[in-house]
């Protein structure tokens, strides 16, 4: 067992867990750390280095990941022998992208790694029913169907889709039938699927900032992206209008990353210009509608869509928990004849039995007291955060606070968004920049985004108090 | 409660469950059952018509996903009212289509509408230790761990790539490191993924006949599809080359449907001709390698393969369960760095509580248990199915039985395949033609596959006594 110490900054702006995966990767790479050594075990680093056990957890996992350790069950952690160390000649660039993973989830999103972390894509795990969840599992479990392991259906099974179809009648007030619905393993797929009905070479718009994680999936498929200008309206559609798009891509109740809920009479238009063409569609990505926090709720653009012009997407990611890997598009009926014709053969990627389960958890109402639940709860943090953020507001305006799980702060005088990240970095508080958002020119004016949907009370407090140390 | 009387016969060549079905659909579309009705519950039907309550189960799907009739939790099946009714223009297609999914998983397959379905799709889950699945996954939910509810590694979690790349070495001889895998919700899945990784405008070369659900998603990606005459000992290298064509997709250990197992010399001349150039691949879909009747087992091509230009993909759907949908793929590691560069937003489509329990069932050796069961069932029915065809050998040329879960009949004089189905079905057997696996010019002889992984040894016998009242 190899004996690590590590120095650990607080004050260099580097998170714990990236610290001792660097040290770690280092005496591998020096050959101080020799192949067939034995790791220390997270539990006994992590009391070592007085650190929480996850944030070794982590530093692990990304070596594991890179190839610099391998994992041998019930006997630890051990590293590589150098010809299984598998070199990436872009493994620099591997390692950036993946922290660059900007957007909504992200893969470094909600960890412990650093003292307070206020991202966007952090949500509240602590309130939801395991029990239940656990439960309904066991039964399903229990009843023995050997159904549940046969092939389902490709959209997902009827009953998951009729559950939905109501859930998102009742709260949303899309109109659909569970024959337009289709069930897939998160929005990527979804898309995925999209572009096998929307076919090639589809010019599509959208917002500027946007959720770059769908744009990145359209720039996969070669569609060609224009930006449209947003005012506080939303998309400004006299300027969508001149671009000939064929799809725009809106979120309309809350749009990432700017918070915006897009007005009534703006909806209006932008139904008006889908209905200006024939093959002209609306993608509506109603991510996190489920939290709102001021004014009535606006029901989705799809529930005022009569001609069959808004695709309809959604997920459990944020309500439930990013792990379910379950989300669902509602087709108009001309796109469902093509998916039909289309997609057919592709088979559904979420199994029956989490289908079953999550059917259950919805239909028997544990869904709505868990949204219940929830909602009450991110609201209390929600107005903490604003509260905290009070002093701020001679230097900051605030924004994008009426919904959702996150509010910016822009600098009223101009000050470098990388600066904001990186004082605030040295104060142990993490902050995200609204410039990764941005597909096409960025503005000046530096902009952060602050979530709190993973918070405690007393870490919003106290981040808020070292951002006021950093900033003020 | 409507009163249902339903003439059912068995010797009409129509499964009980579409006669149900039709029967009922026709009642709606005559407005002889009303909007709101309820329908008999399905075990009080299928005790009255003396059928199967699965029988009845699978006629109240189909109308389900087509609309005809709603569930109700709790209360039933009601008629819908008309306007709900969403009258698809290509509904019979629709049906058609569904119906005509040949290839290897079908929804259709493993139901029991017909007296005898020698579906090739068809697997034995009565010796799936559920006990054992149920226990490993109340135990991960037990753990109260909600790491498993957020967001894993896009590529699928490191401990379930760590214990599928040992299976693979282990047992199929597969050369990579976790790094190299990708853990995804069904192969279809992966095939997506595979097109961003190879990019638009490939051309592919595919064996004829083939696996059609692959042939249709590539002609959904617009692949510039190419086939190659096969011999017996699979693709003709020869004439591959002649093809230009930049990738080959393969199924050397078994290959559906003509169940052909690739000599080693024709896999060293197909690496051979994957070597010829920088960018061409081969796409070795080892499907159901696990089971293996005659013979060493020859390990997969991706062992024997020096240059990285195999990709290899599996899946666990027909050696645990359709419904795990859970897939792998192993890259190259030349494809590995474009899957970074080009995939790397694409989140896991997997549930990591479906991963972890996979990898616990995989790596506490539950896994290998179940195979070896499984193949000691499976060759027995194989071997009693081959010893029921014996009678069958003066007219019928028997192909295919080295390996997998189907053979082959081949008609030695001129006989019609649509002849060869009829008269099954006549006899209350469904077989399958081989021609639904054609994708080029398909040869006059008839030829069925008959599958026997879910049937019992009694249907085996007996089914293929009623065969032989149709045939001989």
């Known amino acids: 067992m190899y004996d690590m110490t590590i120095q650990l900054r607080t004050d260099s702006g580097k998170c714990l867990y990236e610290q001792i995966y660097e040290h770690i990767r280092q005496e591998i790479r ?64 591997y390692f950036l992208n993946i922290s660059d993973l ?125 930006t449209v200008d947003t005012d506080k309206h939303g998309m400004i559609v006299s300027k969508l209008a001149q671009q000939n798009a064929r799809a725009a891509y809106v979120m309309p109740s809350h749009q990432f990353p700017t ?49 069959g012009k808004v695709i309809y997407m959604g997920t459990f990611s944020k309500a439930i928990a990013p792990a379910i890997r379950v989300s669902y598009m509602v087709l108009p009926k001309v796109l469902l004849e093509r998916y039909f014709r289309e997609c057919y053969f592709y088979s559904c990627t979420v199994s029956r039995i989490d289908q079953r389960i999550l059917n259950e958890f919805i239909r028997d109402g544990y869904f709505e007291r868990h949204l219940n639940k929830m909602r009450k709860r991110y609201r209390a943090k929600h107005d903490l955060l604003l509260e905290c953020l009070q002093p701020f507001e001679r230097q900051f305006a605030i924004s994008g606070e009426d919904a959702g799980l996150h509010l910016l702060l822009h600098a009223k005088q101009p ?18 920049g609204l410039s990764d958002s941005f597909v096409a020119e960025t503005p000046e004016r530096g902009t952060v985004l602050l979530g709190f949907g993973a918070l405690r009370d007393e870490e919003i407090v106290e981040g808020i108090g070292h951002l006021k140390d950093a900033w003020l």
Chains 1, 2 share one sequence.
């Open 415 to 432: 000050r470098a968004e990388e600066e904001l990240i990186g004082s605030a970095a040295e104060h142990g508080v993490r902050v995200y």
């Open 259 to 307: 918070g915006a809920v897009m007005s009534i009479g703006r909806r209006a238009e932008l139904l008006r210009w889908a209905n200006g063409a024939k093959d002209r569609y609306l993608i509506e990505d109603d991510y996190d509608s489920e939290f709102r926090y001021r004014g009535k709720p606006i029901p989705s653009l799809q529930s005022t869509d009569k001609n």
């Open 30 to 93: 020096e050959g101080k750390l020799l192949a067939g050594e034995r790791l220390p075990s997270t539990r006994s680093l992590a009391e070592y280095l007085q650190v929480a056990r996850s944030t070794v957890d982590y530093a692990y996992d990304q070596l594991l990941s890179e190839g610099y350790i391998e994992a041998r069950p019930y006997r630890g952690y051990f590293v590589c022998p150098l010809e299984n160390l598998f070199q990436l000649e872009t493994e620099d660039e």
């Open 102 to 226: 900007e957007g909504r989830p992200s893969l470094l999103s909600g960890r412990e790694d650093c003292l307070y972390d206020f991202s966007p894509n952090g949500i509240d795990m602590t309130g939801f029913p395991f029990g239940v969840w656990k439960r309904i599992t066991k039964n399903i479990l229990n009843d023995g169907n050997s159904e549940l392991f046969a092939q389902g259906e490709p959209q997902g099974d009827y009953d998951l889709r009729l559950t939905i179809s109501r859930y998102l009648h009742a709260s949303r007030g899309v109109n659909c039938t569970p024959e337009q619905i289709i069930v897939g393993a998160g929005n990527d797929y979804l898309l995925m699927l999209l572009e096998k009905i929307l076919g090639r070479h589809v010019r599509i718009a959208m917002e500027n900032p946007t959720y770059k994680r769908a744009y990145h999936i359209f720039q996969s498929f070669a569609y060609e992206i224009v």
